[in-house]
C-alpha cells in the first residue's frame, strides 16, 4: 500500500489532478465562511460584471454573486459525484461479484438485467427518474446511481471470473471457507484495484449528469448548483458570458482533475505499469 | 585447438543493481562449447545459468550488465561488439530457443511469417518470396512437422506445445546458426515430447555441426543429450568435464547433491506399507465433458476430459495418476475434489455419496478431503498473511483463533519453516518454501486424504526431492491417503504404491508400482517410460548396460 502511494506521488499528471480536485473540495467545505449569505440572494446590481464592486466573478441577472454560487455549487457537486457513485458501486459490485461468483444461470438472468439497463440510454433514464421522483436531492443521487452501475456490474464480474477459477480461491474453498468470506476476504481485496480506477472515473460522469440534469432544471430547486447557473443563464450568454463560463469552468476542472487522478490510480495500481516506475 | 572452439566465456562477471541479494549474478564464469558438441549448463533457479546465456547475446534485463570478462565468438570479442554486431549475430550466427514457446512466439502472427521473418531479417538482399516460402517450408520439415504448408499457415495458439517448440527450433535454424543456445527448451513439455524435441536437437546438431549450449536443471536430460557439463552454483561454476566424469564420478558435493536428486533414484516407498481393508475414496464410473462453444457457424467442440473413470483408494494408500498433459488427470483430482461437476458417476468417501452433499453437509466433508496445487505462486493469496491462509480452514470449521494460530506455526515448523514465517506475506517465499506452506495449510484440518495435484513439479530437482521427503514423512505421522497427480513417472516411483496411467481421459492401465516399472502391459505406459530422460544413467537394470558399452 505504502508503495502504491509513493508511486501516485511520484505520477506527475495524477498528482497535477490531485491538486486541483483538493482546491476544489477545500473551495466546497469552505464555502460557508467564504460566502456566508446564501447564494441564492441577491447581494447587488444585476448584470455585473466580473471584478465589479463585492463580486469577483460578477452578478447574474438577478444579482446573485456568481463566485457564491460557484462555491456552494461545488459542495453538491461533489456530494452528489460521491454519494451517486457509492450508489452504483454498491449495485454494481453485488451484482457483478454474484454474477460472476456464481456463473451458469445466476449470471444469466444477472447479466440480462444488466444489459437492459445498459440498452436504455442511461440520461434519458435518469431524466424520467427524477421527472417522476420530482426533483430532490436524494432522488438525483439515486437516478445518477441507477443508470451508472452497469459498467461496474461488468467489470466486477470479469475480474470475479478471472479470479473464481485461480487456486488460491479454489484453496479458500476446498479450506471450507463459507462462500460469502471466499467472495469477501479473497476474490474482492484482488479484485478492487481496477474497480477504484474505474469508481473514480465515474465520480466525474455522475458529476456531468449531475449538471445535465439541473441545466435542464431537474435538480434540487433549493441547491445552487453549477448546472442550473449554466442553464439559467443560457439565454443570456450573448451579453453576459460570465455568468455560464465560469461555472462551466469549474465543472471542466473538476472532471478533468477527477479523470487525471483516475488515470494516475490506474497506472499506479496496474502492476505491469507501475513497476515500470 | 582454436579453430575447435566455438564460444569462450573467460572470467565473466555480471552485475546486479545495487539491492539484489548478491552483488553479481554471476561471477567468474569460464566456459567453452566447441564445434559439434552439446555443452549442457546445469543449476538450479538463481544459479545464474539463464544469465550467462542471455549475456553472450547481450539481453541482460536492465541496469545489469557484464561487468568483467570476455566472450569470445569465433575468435571475436562479442563482449565489447557495438549494437549492429550483435544484431547481426542474434538469429545469425547465434540463436536462442527459449523455455515457453507460447510466450516467445507472436500470437498474432501465422507462425510460416514469424519464420520468414527471421529470414529476410539476416538476408542481404531481400531474397524473393518464392524462395523464402520454400525456405520455411523445408525448415519446417527439417524439424519434424507433418504438412508444412498447412502448418506455415497455423498460429501460434492452434498447435501444441511440443509443435510450438518445433518451430521455434526451425526459426533459431533458419540462418544456418554456428551456435544454438538453448534455455530450459524442454522443462514446459510432457516427458514423451521432452524425448522428441531433445533428439531433434541432437540430430540437427549432429547434420549441421553445430555447436549447442543447453540450459535445464534435469540431469536426466544431461545424461541423455550432453557431451559436457558445466554445473553452476550460485553464480560461479562448480564443476564442469565430460559427461561421464561428471555423472559417474562428481567430484563436487553440489553436484553430488544434484545428481542424488534426480526422481526415480531412489524410492521413497520401502517395503510393504501393509494397505488392507475397504477403500476409502472410491469413485466409480465418472465422466466429464467439457463443451466449448466455437462461435456462431462452427459446431461446438467436446472435450472429453474423463471417460468412465473408476479409482478405488485405501486409507494411508499413495495412489499416482500419470499422464501427459490433456490425459484428464487434473480434471479426475477436481471432480474427486468437488471443485467441478462430473456430468454422470459417483464418488463415495467413507460410505457416503460425496456427489450429493449441498451446503454445509459438502462444507464438513470438505475437510477431510484436501489439496495442493501446482502452482505455489498462484495457490496462495498475495494478499494474506501465511499464517491467516494456514489457519483460516481450521477457524471455518470453529476452532478457536488462537488455537488455529497456534496449530499453524506448529505446522510451519514441522513442514521445515520458521515459526515467524506465519506473519509474513507470501512473496517473501521461494518457490519450495511456498509448497511448504500450501502442504501446510491442507494438512491444518487433519484430512485423511490429500490429492497433490502436480505439486512438485514446479519445483527444482533438489528441492523437489526436499518435498518428496517431506510427503512420505507427513503420510505416515498422519496416516494420510494420498492421491498424487503427476506427468513424470520417476516421482511417481519414489512415493506412489500404486500407479494409474491415464491417456485422452482413460485409464491404460493400473498397478502395483514395481509391476508398473518391470512390467508393463500397455504401449503407451512403455513409450512412457522409455521417454523418461537418463533413464540409461539412473534407472535400474539400464544404467549397467549403459556402463558396459561406455566401457
Known amino acids: ?277 | 585447438m582454436t579453430d575447435k572452439t566455438l564460444l569462450a566465456i573467460e572470467n565473466v562477471s555480471i552485475s546486479l543493481p545495487p539491492g539484489a541479494d548478491r552483488p553479481f549474478a554471476i561471477e567468474g564464469v569460464s566456459l567453452t562449447v566447441n564445434r559439434n558438441e552439446i555443452v549442457c549448463l546445469v543449476g538450479e533457479s538463481g544459479s545464474g545459468k539463464s544469465m550467462t546465456a542471455h549475456a553472450i547475446l547481450r539481453l541482460l534485463p536492465d541496469r545489469t550488465g557484464v561487468a568483467q570478462g570476455s566472450i569470445s565468438f569465433n575468435g571475436n570479442d562479442i563482449a565489447k561488439a557495438d549494437e549492429p554486431t550483435m544484431r547481426k549475430l542474434r538469429g545469425g550466427a547465434i540463436s536462442m530457443i527459449f523455455q515457453e514457446p507460447l510466450s516467445a512466439l507472436n500470437p498474432l502472427a501465422r507462425v510460416g511469417q514469424q519464420i520468414a521473418e527471421s529470414i529476410i531479417t539476416h538476408t542481404k538482399p531481400a531474397p524473393s518470396r518464392e524462395a523464402v516460402d520454400a525456405r520455411v517450408q523445408e525448415l519446417i520439415r527439417g524439424v519434424g512437422l507433418p504438412d508444412p504448408v498447412a502448418l506455415a499457415r497455423s498460429f501460434p495458439f492452434q498447435l501444441s506445445g511440443g509443435q510450438r517448440q518445433r518451430i521455434m527450433i526451425a526459426m533459431a535454424m533458419a540462418n544456418n546458426p554456428a551456435l544454438l543456445l538453448a534455455d530450459e527448451p524442454t522443462t514446459a513439455l510432457d516427458v514423451t515430447t521432452q524425448k522428441q524435441i531433445l533428439a531433434l536437437v541432437k540430430k540437427l546438431q549432429a547434420e549441421r555441426g553445430m555447436g549447442v549450449l543447453l540450459i535445464t536443471h534435469d540431469f536426466g536430460v544431461v545424461a541423455d543429450v550432453a557431451d559436457r557439463v558445466v554445473v553452476m552454483r550460485n553464480g560461479r561454476v562448480v564443476e564442469q568435464g565430460t559427461v561421464d566424469e561428471v555423472l559417474r564420478n562428481p567430484k563436487d558435493d553440489y553436484t553430488k547433491s544434484l545428481i542424488a536428486a534426480v526422481p526415480g533414484a531412489r524410492s521413497l516407498t520401502r517395503g510393504d506399507r501393509k494397505i488392507t481393508g475397504e477403500p476409502l475414496l472410491d469413485a466409480v464410473g465418472l465422466n466429464k465433458t467439457f463443451i466449448t462453444k466455437q462461435g456462431m457457424f462452427l459446431p461446438p467442440r467436446r472435450t472429453d476430459a474423463v471417460q468412465n473413470i473408476s479409482l478405488g483408494l485405501k486409507a494411508r494408500e499413495t495412489v499416482a495418476i500419470v499422464g501427459e498433459s490433456g490425459s484428464g488427470k487434473s480434471t479426475l483430482g477436481r471432480l474427486i475434489m468437488r471443485l467441478i461437476e462430473p456430468d454422470t458417476g459417483s464418488v463415495h468417501f467413507g460410505g457416503k455419496d460425496l456427489l450429493s452433499q449441498r451446503g454445509e453437509r459438502l462444507r464438513q466433508m470438505r475437510r477431510k478431503i484436501q489439496i495442493v496445487f501446482q502452482d505455489p505462486f498462484a495457490a496462495l493469496d498475495p494478499r494474506q498473511k501465511v499464517g491467516d491462509a494456514i489457519a483460516g480452514g481450521p477457524i471455518a470449521y470453529g476452532t478457536p483463533a488462537k488455537e488455529a494460530m497456534a496449530d499453524a506455526k506448529r505446522l510451519l515448523a514441522r513442514v521445515g519453516l520458521q515459526e515467524s514465517a506465519a506473519s509474513r506475506y507470501p512473496h517473501e517465499f521461494s518457490g519450495g518454501q511456498r509448497q511448504r506452506i500450501c502442504i501446510a495449510r491442507a494438512l491444518a484440518l487433519k484430512p485423511s486424504v490429500l490429492v497433490a495435484d502436480e505439486a512438485v513439479s514446479a519445483l527444482d530437482v533438489s528441492v523437489q526431492a526436499q518435498v518428496l521427503q517431506l510427503l512420505a514423512e507427513l503420510r505416515e505421522e498422519m496416516n494420510l491417503a494420498m492421491i498424487f497427480i503427476t506427468h513424470d513417472l520417476r516421482v511417481a516411483a519414489e512415493i506412489a504404491d500404486r500407479i494409474v496411467v491415464m491417456r485422452r481421459g482413460e485409464i491404460v492401465e493400473q498397478g502395483e508400482t514395481q509391476m508398473i516399472f518391470q512390467n508393463p502391459s500397455d504401449a503407451y505406459t512403455r513409450a512412457l517410460l522409455d521417454a523418461i530422460p537418463g533413464r540409461a544413467m539412473f534407472a535400474g537394470p539400464g544404467a549397467r548396460q549403459a556402463e558396459a558399452a561406455s566401457a
Open chain 1, 1 to 277: 500500500m505504502m508503495s502504491t502511494l509513493k508511486s501516485f506521488l511520484r505520477h506527475p499528471t495524477g498528482m497535477i489532478g490531485l491538486f486541483v480536485l483538493l482546491a476544489v473540495v477545500i473551495l466546497a467545505v469552505s464555502a460557508p465562511w467564504l460566502f456566508p449569505d446564501d447564494p441564492w440572494d441577491m447581494v447587488g446590481a444585476p448584470f455585473q460584471p466580473p471584478l465589479s464592486e463585492g463580486l469577483w466573478l460578477g452578478s447574474d441577472m438577478l444579482g446573485r454573486d456568481v463566485a457564491a454560487g460557484i462555491a456552494h455549487g461545488a459542495r453538491i457537486s461533489l456530494i452528489i459525484g460521491v454519494i451517486s457513485t457509492l450508489t452504483s458501486l454498491v449495485i454494481g459490485v453485488t451484482i457483478g461479484a454474484t454474477a460472476g461468483y456464481f456463473g451458469g444461470k445466476v449470471d444469466e438472468v444477472m447479466m440480462r438485467i444488466t444489459e437492459l439497463f445498459q440498452t436504455i440510454p442511461g440520461f434519458i433514464l435518469a431524466i424520467l427518474l427524477v421527472a417522476t421522483l420530482g426533483p430532490k436531492i436524494s432522488n438525483v443521487i439515486f437516478a445518477i446511481g441507477i443508470v451508472s452501475w452497469p459498467p461496474l456490474a461488468r467489470l466486477t464480474r470479469a475480474e470475479f471470473m478471472r479470479l473464481r477459477g485461480r487456486e488460491f480461491v479454489q484453496a479458500a474453498v476446498c479450506q471450507g471457507q463459507r462462500p460469502l468470506t471466499v467472495v469477501l476476504r479473497r476474490i474482492l481485496p484482488n479484485a478492487i484495484s481496477p474497480i477504484i480506477v474505474t469508481g473514480s472515473l465515474a465520480v466525474a460522469s455522475a458529476i456531468l449528469i449531475e449538471s445535465a440534469l439541473s441545466f435542464m432544471g431537474l435538480g434540487d430547486p433549493n441547491l445552487m448548483s453549477w448546472g442550473f447557473m449554466i442553464g439559467a443563464a443560457r439565454t443570456v450568454i450573448r451579453q453576459a458570458w460570465w455568468m455560464s463560463v465560469f461555472p462551466g469552468l469549474a465543472i471542466l476542472l473538476t472532471v478533468l482533475a477527477i479523470n487525471l487522478v483516475g488515470e494516475g490510480l490506474n497506472d499506479t495500481l496496474n502492476p505491469r505499469i507501475s513497476r515500470k516506475r
